[in-house]
């Protein structure tokens, strides 16, 4: 069953432009407009100088303005080549100009005249330009130079309209096989198209994405890639002319292009030639063929006059040059030599691979032990072909067959048998979708404890539309798996993770028909939205653009859940980060926060500076007379135990305001990492005081000192405020209490000194 295309006129709409009004409005403008007819049809006819010549375009009337208004360019050819102007399949002596795109402006069609002023005016700029600046009309013409020449020389091309997709070894001159199309259903699919591969080094996977197998080689033929320099932009419309250009382009190349097709070009007897010719220009490399055909086997006709026995025409040209097409398709090139492994290859895996593809990872192997069943046929990338067959390798074909260069193999490994270091050393990313988290986090003990350097990412996406979320663990990086499964209460390590917005042990599965089909409810909007969210993180990473651990999560409206009467966590309650990548490091993680740091007490209260933050102080500490004070504030956290614990400063900025004895920060800097930081770590890291360095030894604190905490402590009343003053050979640490200043001893003094 093939889809139905309906093709034919539907019914018209009822509107007709009213031409008297937007002719009234010029009779009293800056451009010289009249009324005229056209092939028997009404237009509008605008006159304007340039280059000391009257120059005329014209507008034919059409019912509904849904652009900017079209115009022609009269008699155009009394004006030789001129850039953005081509002839017109309806109008014999006027040029259709081309001016931008002109259904990518907002058109005012209220006020239809407004719309024929701009249009008018972008036209008169651009033919002026080009008649008064023949250099300018030279550089678009080499610019636009594959469009001008299709579109001046379409009836050159041949009556089949021949289209060669070519996948050559770059753009330099070289000899290419050319095999003849294998179906005739569709002229302008590869099928039915003309491929030139190169006579050595293709990839398999060229061979395959053409189709080499199916495909016979051309018979007594040339095929060979000539690389132009420069070309006479007076664009052929004869065959005669044809054959003159291309003799003038070919006298044109570079002498060493000229040795390269005299040796391999010039001794051959065949039928046929098909040259591939590509040009520099402005906008890149364009491509296009010509191709020299007759009765007999000759030698190819290096001059115009040799010509004279041989047929000439026009082939359409598609190049498959990896460095061109990646870039212009979306892929990018700086990934086509890594190599990540998918674990998982269901609803969420195959969209991933499919992402993966199409940024253009050069090597992707999938592993999953599963089978594509109709069940999975509304939320999977398969389809009825691969019924019954095994997701990983049907998915790795699939790759194969859309992206060229991809390298994609099927594997039927399930994740826990593939804790092998020296198989996971191999790759540069691990990416798992397997929506098991007893599996993920025993793989993930695997990797941490035998010290695999390999990143990966876990990903998985919760029922009804929730959300989905990634997190990418990057070794020796602060931030794991783990901190995604700390209790945010206890610190201790949960079953469940802490990025979900579903609390746990609540029946989300559903089953139609027992046990053999159990699953969990959502549609393939949710698993393509996690897809692609884990398929960012993981493109970002190979790029390095994201180099540390990173978590990001996305959240759904969570109707359907509610209306299951399910419970949502209070993550879910207060986010509002859709898609933010933010770190992945949990404070209360055991793994990636060392316990180890000074703690500082007065009475109950207690805080705990990391000794790594006793170092970030230290660094600043005035020891020099020329060194300024600086300061920022305390980021962290309170414990269910009631520890309060810094997590993070924030440090001084370009914009603070420094002084050997006093500072002033830059208050809207500072407060940004604050919220930033509260954000981030789901509303536990908060502001807890401030942090200044003394010129002193033994720091006290000063009067400005004082009033600036008590006023800091009044205004967060809701919490307990901390102040740390940071001298040459001691830390200070105080609060307020009853608007009293307290000290608050460190319960080792020795570990204390900054000496």
């Known amino acids: 069953m093939h889809p139905q295309v309906h093709q034919g006129p539907l019914k018209e709409p009822d509107v007709t432009l009213n031409y008297e009004t937007i002719f009234q409005h010029f009779l009293s403008s800056e451009f010289y407009v009249e009324p005229a007819l056209v092939n028997d049809k009404d237009a509008l006819s605008v006159t304007f ?21 079209q115009f022609y360019l009269k008699n155009y050819k009394a004006y030789g080549s001129l850039a953005h102007v081509l002839p017109s399949s309806f109008y014999d002596e006027y040029g259709y100009i081309c001016v931008n795109h002109l259904d990518s402006v907002s058109v005012n069609f209220e006020r239809p005249e407004l719309a024929f002023e701009e249009s008018i005016r972008r036209h008169i700029k651009l033919l002026k330009s080009q008649l008064e600046n023949p250099d300018f009309n030279q550089m678009e013409l080499k610019r636009e130079f594959l469009t001008n020449w299709q579109k001046s020389a379409e009836y050159l091309y041949d009556s089949g309209s021949k289209y060669l997709f070519c996948s050559s070894n770059g753009d330099d001159c070289q000899k290419l096989e050319l095999y003849s199309p294998f179906s005739r259903r569709s002229k302008f699919s590869i099928p039915a198209s003309f491929v030139a591969l190169p006579s050595n080094g293709e990839s398999a996977a060229i061979a395959e994405y053409f189709g080499k197998e199916k495909r016979t080689p051309r018979a007594n033929c040339l095929c060979f890639v000539i690389p132009l320099e420069e070309v006479d932009t007076s664009f052929p419309q004869t065959e005669s002319e044809l054959k003159l250009w291309l003799a003038d382009a070919l006298a044109r190349v570079s002498e060493s292009t000229k040795k390269i097709i005299k040796t391999e070009l010039w001794g051959p007897r065949v039928k046929e030639f098909w040259l591939v010719l590509n040009l520099p220009t402005p906008s890149g490399k364009s491509w296009f063929g010509i191709r020299l055909f007759r009765d007999e086997k000759k030698p190819f006709p290096n001059t115009f006059e040799k010509m004279s026995g041989w047929k000439a025409s026009l082939f359409h040209v598609d190049s498959y040059n990896r460095e061109r097409l990646m870039p212009r398709s979306g892929a990018e090139s700086t990934l086509a030599d890594k190599h990540v492994l998918l674990v998982g290859c269901g609803s969420v895996g195959s969209e991933l691979a499919h992402k993966l593809g199409a940024a253009g990872v050069g090597e992707i192997d999938i592993s999953d032990t599963d089978i594509f069943t109709p069940s999975n046929t509304y939320r999977h990338t398969l389809d009825q072909s691969s019924i019954y067959q095994f997701k990983s390798t049907s998915v790795a074909k699939q790759l194969m067959k859309k992206y060229p260069w991809v390298k994609a193999t099927g594997q039927l490994y399930s994740l826990l048998s593939l804790r092998k270091k020296e198989l996971l050393s191999l790759y540069d990313l ?16 695997y990797i941490s404890e035998s010290g695999i350097k390999t990143p990966a990412i876990y990903t998985w996406l919760e029922g009804y539309g929730v959300g989905g979320h990634a997190v990418l663990s990057v070794p020796n990086k602060s931030g794991c798996l783990r901190c995604a499964y700390v209790e945010p209460e206890t610190g201790a390590r949960g079953l469940a993770s802490n990025l979900n917005f579903l609390t746990e042990d609540q029946d989300i599965v559903k089953n139609h028909a027992g046990c053999g089909e159990m699953f969990i409810p959502y549609g393939a909007v949710s698993s393509t939205q996690t897809a692609v969210m884990a398929a960012d993180l993981g493109i970002r990473f190979l790029n390095k653009q994201v180099t540390s651990s990173t978590k990001v999560s996305w959240k759904g409206d969570g109707a359907d859940a509610v209306r299951e009467g399910l419970k949502f966590t209070p993550r879910s ?14 404070p209360l993680c055991d793994t990636c926060n060392s316990i180890d740091g000074n703690e500082y007490q007065h009475g109950s209260m207690r805080i705990r500076i990391p000794s790594s933050i006793e170092r970030q102080l230290s660094s600043y500490r005035q020891i020099s007379p020329n060194m300024t004070e600086a300061a920022g504030l305390l980021i962290g956290f309170n414990k269910s135990s009631g520890e309060t614990c810094i997590h993070q400063l924030t440090t001084p900025k370009e914009t603070d305001t420094r002084h050997r004895a006093h500072f002033k920060l830059d208050a809207q800097a500072h407060q940004q990492e604050v919220d930033a930081a509260f954000k981030g770590s789901d509303h536990m890291l908060g502001y807890l005081g401030t942090w200044h360095t003394h010129p002193q030894d033994f720091p006290e604190p000063s009067m400005p000192d004082i009033t600036d905490w008590q006023t800091h402590n009044k205004e967060n009343h809701e919490r307990q405020l901390f102040f740390i003053v940071v001298g040459r050979l001691k830390i200070a640490v105080y609060t307020v209490m009853d608007d009293k200043i307290i000290e608050l001893k460190p319960t080792n003094p020795e570990a204390c000194s900054n000496a």
Request: charged share 20%.
């Open 49 to 69: 100088e340039a280059a000391e010549k009257l120059v005329s375009i014209i507008h034919i009337c059409t019912d509904e303005l849904f652009q900017l208004p």
């Open 573 to 586: 309650n207060n986010f509002q980060a859709s898609l933010e990548k933010h770190p992945l490091l949990h």
């Open 430 to 445: 691990i990416i798992v979708a397997v929506g098991n988290p007893t599996h993920e986090r025993l793989f993930h003990e």
